[in-house]
């Protein structure tokens, strides 16, 4: 009946109650109306959210703060850049009570180096506006050298990392067996690939291949004990955030985010501890040759990575060629 539905908590706020709710969004006004406790920022969502008036001031702030390093043109766009992402965590940061996340240069995913030395600089960006280690987390791409990155950073610097593009159980088995604090297996781009290459075009949420594969993760970690958090990522449909109700951590969009808090549904958790510790499943030890050789027999998560970090890349060139319109072509009165 109405009134009993009106009594009944929203989707979103029973989830609450089960699973961490954390925002995939750069949009401040999202943040404020959903409350989640954390919020995760890629570039794809820090173009978007450059582009909008509402945050002009902070792209002014980061294109002066570029210029004021100086350097090459290059170093001056890149030195914007990192600044603007940290502009976004840490204004984010003042409307959420935990982390937020903040992604290292997709053309890095190769270079563990590279990776470590950019991550300890948007950390130390982070401390001259006054925010902690402590409430950032690093996003690295889940390659082999993303994932050793991950853990110097954690276990020489005490950088909290969160491990993206994961497709593959051998990228989570890797990324425990690392010790990072966080991993974000992406359910919505396991769907679209099994959809785009198979014959079947619908899943019931349960059969869903993205969210048994976050299923099946979340099983083993609980199963051997590993502290990492799984944070089920890039969803297509509330049907699969459900599924994955009693997931330690969900990142959802703000379109989503909408759809859950007027669902009026029971939600029950299909995810929990006790469940994962009774399961069949057998302790794996990956090296970096059964890395790479368990990884190449899964060909969505091989597709799926290259493609993820192709379009992160792109989206980093789209902002930096965005900066450098700031920056330089209004130069000289051209």
Not at 67 to 89: P, T, Y
Not at 207 to 221: A, F, L, R
């Amino acid at each position: 009946s109405p009134v009993k539905r009106q009594k009944m908590e929203s989707a979103l706020d029973q989830l609450k109650h089960h699973t961490t709710v954390v925002a995939d969004t750069g949009d401040f006004n999202a943040i404020d109306e959903y409350k989640p406790l954390d919020a995760t920022t890629n570039p794809s969502l820090i173009l978007a959210a450059a582009q909008m008036p509402a945050y002009q001031k902070l792209v002014d702030d980061a294109v002066a703060y570029g210029k004021k390093l100086g350097g090459s043109e290059e170093e001056q766009i890149k030195n914007a850049s990192d600044k603007l992402f940290v502009l976004f965590g840490a204004e984010i940061l003042k409307r959420i009570p935990g982390r937020v996340s903040t992604e290292v240069d997709a053309r890095l995913s190769f270079d563990k180096e590279g990776m470590i030395q950019r991550a300890r600089r948007l950390i130390d960006l982070y401390k001259e506006v006054g925010v902690g280690k402590d409430r950032i987390l690093i996003k690295l791409s889940s390659t082999w050298e993303g994932i050793q990155a991950g853990r110097v950073l954690e276990a020489e610097y005490g950088i909290h990392c969160n491990m993206t593009l994961l497709f593959s159980f051998a990228q989570a088995v890797a990324c425990a067996e690392a010790g990072v604090t966080l991993i974000s297996p992406f359910v919505g781009r396991i769907l679209d690939w099994y959809v785009a290459n198979g014959d079947k075009k619908t899943y019931e949420p349960s059969e869903d291949p993205g969210v048994k594969s976050v299923t099946k993760i979340y099983n083993y970690y609980k199963k051997f004990g590993y502290k990492t958090i799984v944070m089920g990522a890039s969803f297509r449909n509330t049907g699969q955030i459900k599924a994955l109700t009693g997931c330690d951590y969900l990142t959802i969009s703000p379109k989503l985010l909408a759809e859950l808090s007027k669902e009026h549904v029971k939600l029950t958790p299909t995810l929990s501890v006790k469940e994962a510790q009774a399961c069949d499943l057998e302790k794996l030890h990956l090296d970096e040759k059964a890395f790479r050789w368990h990884h190449n027999e899964d060909q969505m998560a091989v597709e799926k990575l290259s493609d993820g970090i192709r379009r992160f890349a792109a989206d980093a060139v789209k902002l930096e060629r965005m900066l450098k319109e700031r920056m330089f072509s209004t130069e000289n009165g051209k």
